[in-house]
């Protein structure tokens, strides 16, 4: 075996278990919510947990974070997919992420999420705007696009209130972001900015006026 691959945690929400490697479905009760409300839902045929944005928002601490998990480097994949609400304001573009190496309060956390509304939109710049990199506390995007226009975001083509596979590696202070299988990364940050020696856990993470579901999480820790 890979010396590097020294544990596989699979949280897997298919609920009929086909495979050794897989763990008992998460639950709602596996993870802790902050800022966000958590659901068993049913979604495109998948069997998945669902959240969203419960009352006003403060900050982007918007997630439900899975517990018992340590992680530093290694491989996240998940399936994922993000609308509006109907009563959602009309900067909403159905924000949906994985937060990583996240703190069991929320304090600190690296992320990166989607926007699927802005996928195949007519204005470049919103296409340009698909997908993001985020670092809590002290970078939010707001910050990161004043700054570093480009940087942290790039165009991908996704589409909202469809499935979408999400792999993110992580090695130290880089990390990339993969979509719907592609070989290359749509988004590759080199300076994690809570640092290269943070761990944490994994999160489910949503942004406002959105729902958001969430599917087939696997972990795969090479440290």
Do not use: C
Not at 99 to 119: C, D, H, I, Q, W
């Amino acid at each position: 075996m890979n010396k590097k691959l020294l544990s596989i945690l699979t949280l897997s929400l298919v609920f009929s278990l086909k495979s050794k490697a897989q763990k008992n479905a998460i639950m709602p009760s596996d993870v802790i919510p902050f800022q966000v409300t958590v659901k068993k839902s049913t979604f495109k045929s998948k069997k998945a947990l669902a959240l969203e944005i419960q009352g006003q928002a403060n900050g982007d601490s918007t997630v439900a974070i899975l517990k018992d998990i340590n992680f530093h480097n290694g491989i996240i994949e998940a399936t994922i997919s993000g609308q509006t609400l109907a009563n959602a304001g009309e900067t909403a573009r159905g924000f949906v992420g994985i937060a990583f190496r996240a703190a069991l309060n929320a304090s600190k956390m690296e992320v990166f999420y989607l926007r699927p509304t802005n996928g195949r939109a007519n204005d470049q710049v919103r296409r340009n705007h698909a997908s993001q990199y985020i670092s809590i506390p002290g970078y939010p995007w707001e910050k990161l696009r004043k700054e570093t226009p480009g940087k942290y975001e790039a165009y991908v083509d996704i589409l909202p209130a469809e499935w979408i596979k999400i792999k993110i590696v992580v090695k130290d202070e880089m990390a990339r972001l993969y979509v719907n299988g592609a070989t290359q990364p749509t988004l590759i940050v080199n300076d994690l900015k809570q640092g290269k020696d943070r761990r944490g856990s994994i999160g489910l993470w949503v942004g406002p006026g959105t729902l958001g579901h969430f599917t087939d999480v696997k972990v795969t820790k090479e440290d």
